[in-house]
């Protein structure tokens, strides 16, 4: 039996990258899934069929996650579809990156609306649910220069230390409803976002990585399976870093 039987996943942003690798992780561990972003194209489809291929139930929603309104009534859905959530993974992030003499306020807005609030729109949509069912796993995904804090990078660092402090401040709210809120802060893991950066940035990064490579979506999957999973079931209110043994 996986880890997941009968629990049902909402995962963000997850056509492609960490968000995909979460949602087939999950369904192979045998949860239905539920997933959102920005749009559902061919790309997108590509990621319903290869969930679908466990055998579990798989439904995609296109959605901005940054829009409260949307994003209440994507949940409606879902729980209408699915009649339940066990698990919600804020996974969907961007960067617009820039020295802050440089950083213009839409760089600011745009970075904290689709990191931070989309977090604070889905655990607002999601947690009434939960406290019907006694029960929930939340997972936001930060990132170690959420932890550390980042030259260039203020307002993406900026958004994922409020997803550490959102989800430190649900697990303290909601622990008595048996609703438990963590954070993963993932290293530099090799998908469409990193592929973006320059090489010499690239190299830079491989250089403060003890383990000597970039994490896979795969590696972050691993951690977010046990976060979702009764294994973790006295763990709320962390943040795991999955980043190589990075000092940074
Ligand atoms: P990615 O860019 O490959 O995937 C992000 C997904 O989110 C895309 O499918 C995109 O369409 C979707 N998305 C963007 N804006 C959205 C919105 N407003 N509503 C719904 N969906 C939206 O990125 P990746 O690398 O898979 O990152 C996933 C998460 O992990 C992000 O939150 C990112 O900040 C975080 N992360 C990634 C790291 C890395 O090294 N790749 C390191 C640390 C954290």
């Not at 889905?122 to 649910?129: G, L, T």
Request: proline residues 2%; negative net charge; glycine residues 10%.
């Amino acid at each position: 039996m996986g880890l997941l039987e009968g629990k049902v996943a909402l995962i963000t942003g997850a056509a492609r990258g960490i968000g995909k690798a979460i949602a087939l992780k999950y369904a192979s561990e045998g949860a239905d899934v539920a997933f959102t972003d920005l749009v559902i194209d061919e790309n997108a489809q590509k990621t319903v069929e290869e969930i679908a291929a466990y055998g579990h139930k798989v439904q995609a929603y296109a959605s901005n996650a940054a829009n409260f309104e949307e994003t209440h009534e994507v949940v409606e859905k879902i729980k209408a579809d699915f009649g339940k959530i066990d698990i919600l993974v804020n996974n969907a992030g961007i960067t617009k990156d820039g020295l802050m003499l440089k950083m213009t306020e839409q760089q600011w807005d745009a970075v904290l609306a689709v990191n931070l609030k989309s977090a604070f729109n889905f655990i607002h949509a999601c947690v009434p649910v939960m406290m019907r069912q006694k029960g929930g796993s939340i997972i936001n995904m930060s990132s170690v220069v959420g932890v550390h804090g980042n030259a260039a990078q203020a307002n993406y660092a900026a958004s994922k230390a409020g997803l550490i402090a959102l989800a430190k401040s649900i697990g303290q709210e909601m622990g008595r409803k048996g609703i438990r809120a963590n954070a993963i802060a993932p290293g530099f893991i090799e998908t469409a976002m990193t592929q973006a950066l320059p090489e010499e940035v690239r190299k830079e990064w491989m250089e403060k990585i003890p383990l000597r490579r970039g994490g896979t979506p795969e590696d972050i999957a691993d951690v977010a399976t046990f976060l979702a999973s009764d294994m973790s079931s006295y763990v709320s209110g962390q943040v795991i870093q999955v980043d190589g043994g990075m000092n940074m």
